[in-house]
């Protein structure tokens, strides 16, 4: 990644952390959908009090760690985007989260 790179994420840092505070706090235990919708809130919400976030904001982008999401899916975890979230959810916490399995 170049610096002007780095220097453009930058920019976004604050809200994207914020966002992921959020996700990993309180959006364990809600569905793809209901999830969704909540983060599009949320970066509204966000934009409106002028707090910025990237246009493609993710958990995975913004905190996971693209080798440690490599181990788990070569440990079985499906490689959809809901159980990746959860498994970053349970690599950031430090309590048992709350979660729905995916796979049923």
């Given at each position: 990644m170049t610096s002007k790179e780095l220097d453009d994420k930058l920019q976004y840092i604050v809200g994207d952390i914020c966002l992921s505070a959020g996700?990993?706090?309180y959006l364990g235990p809600?569905?793809?959908a209901y999830r969704n919708k909540i983060i599009k809130d949320w970066i509204n919400l966000a934009k409106?009090?002028?707090i910025?976030?990237?246009d493609n904001f993710s958990l995975e982008l913004t905190i996971g760690e693209p080798i440690n999401i490599r181990k788990w899916v070569m440990n079985q975890l499906p490689?959809?985007?809901f159980s990746i979230e959860?498994?970053?959810i349970t690599y950031n916490?430090?309590?048992w989260p709350l979660m729905i399995d995916p796979q049923g």
């Open positions: 996700i990993i706090s809600f569905s793809v409106k009090n002028t910025m976030v990237s490689s959809d985007s959860n498994a970053i916490t430090q309590r």
